[in-house]
């Protein structure tokens, strides 16, 4: 392999050693990310029965690839695939784990013998997605780093829960209007963060990503058409780059929606997941339409 080639697998490493450490052990890691420190995210209820959950007995992790510049992976769990070429646009299915002990390999996707991670992970209850956001060129604006969402949305059976989370490295900050009603859904919402999941009743809609201005009235970036079932959650991520000319990829500006699993009850079974700095969950925007 070339110099650069191996350069850009020493990121892939990084990469790789984030994601498994932070979702699936919620472990601090320093190396590629900045140490992340063991508190309970605004959106995660501090378990009562010494983190072993009662709702939840099995660890749920969902990875999403939303780093526009990054390679893909793949992801062993005890041996067996877990994760095959993992490239950006892309999510896994929910991986279901019984807690406890479990080896974790990552290797170059499509090539087993290159293998960037190996290491035995205890695994803790919790249901949640981790995607992979920032970028890995040297010259990069907007270090990688892992995010974490915590899935624990409870719509009724009459209603639909949604989120934003933002993760377009050259994109403002952005407002979320509804085409049909021009009512604001998700406000100034930067990169990095994440919203609270808004309810709205199950439909068609239109949504449009704004420059995020006082009034929700900024320039739309990109329209997104959506329908939401009842009792169904859904993540949308905004990734890839407005200007991908001037950028470090090639991947253009998407929105990613994701069908979210559902919480049983509140806390998701026990699972405390690290907290990092950009990834607070933000305020509730206007009323649902």
């Given at each position: ?55 939840q007995a099995e660890a749920q992790v969902r990875l999403v690839h939303a780093s526009p510049d ?37 290797t170059e996707a499509g090539n087993a013998s290159n293998v960037v991670f190996q290491q035995d ?116 991520i905004a990734a890839g780059y407005l200007d991908p000319e001037e950028a470090p990829g090639d ?39």
């Amino acid at each position: 392999m070339s110099g650069s080639t191996n350069r850009g697998l020493t990121r892939v490493q990084l990469v790789a050693l984030t994601l498994v450490a932070v979702a699936i052990a919620g472990v601090a890691v320093v190396g590629g990310a900045a140490a992340v420190p063991q508190e309970t995210p605004q959106n995660e209820t501090q378990p009562q029965d010494g983190g072993q959950g009662q709702g939840q007995a099995e660890a749920q992790v969902r990875l999403v690839h939303a780093s526009p510049d990054a390679p893909g992976v793949d992801i062993y769990v005890d041996g067996e695939p877990a994760v095959e070429d993992l490239m950006f646009g892309n999510e896994t299915d929910y991986v279901s784990l019984q807690p406890g002990m479990h080896n974790v390999t990552i290797t170059e996707a499509g090539n087993a013998s290159n293998v960037v991670f190996q290491q035995d992970i205890p695994v803790r209850p919790g249901q949640f997605t981790i995607a992979a956001s920032g970028e890995i060129s040297p010259d990069a604006e907007r270090e990688f780093a892992p995010v974490l969402l915590v899935d624990d949305a409870q719509p009724g059976d009459d209603e639909s829960m949604v989120r934003l989370a933002h993760l377009s490295p050259d994109a403002p900050t952005v407002d979320v209007t509804v085409a049909e009603s021009g009512d604001v859904l998700f406000d100034n919402v930067s990169f990095a963060n994440a919203t609270d999941y808004e309810t709205v009743p199950p439909g068609d809609y239109t949504l449009e990503v704004r420059a995020a201005t006082p009034e929700g009235d900024g320039e739309v970036v990109q329209e997104v058409n959506v329908t939401t079932e009842g009792g169904q959650a859904y993540t949308a991520i905004a990734a890839g780059y407005l200007d991908p000319e001037e950028a470090p990829g090639d991947e253009e500006f998407r929105v990613l929606l994701l069908e979210d699993e559902t919480a049983e009850q509140p806390g998701n079974g026990g699972m405390t997941p690290p907290e990092q700095p950009g990834n607070q969950t933000g305020g509730p925007g206007s009323p649902a339409p």
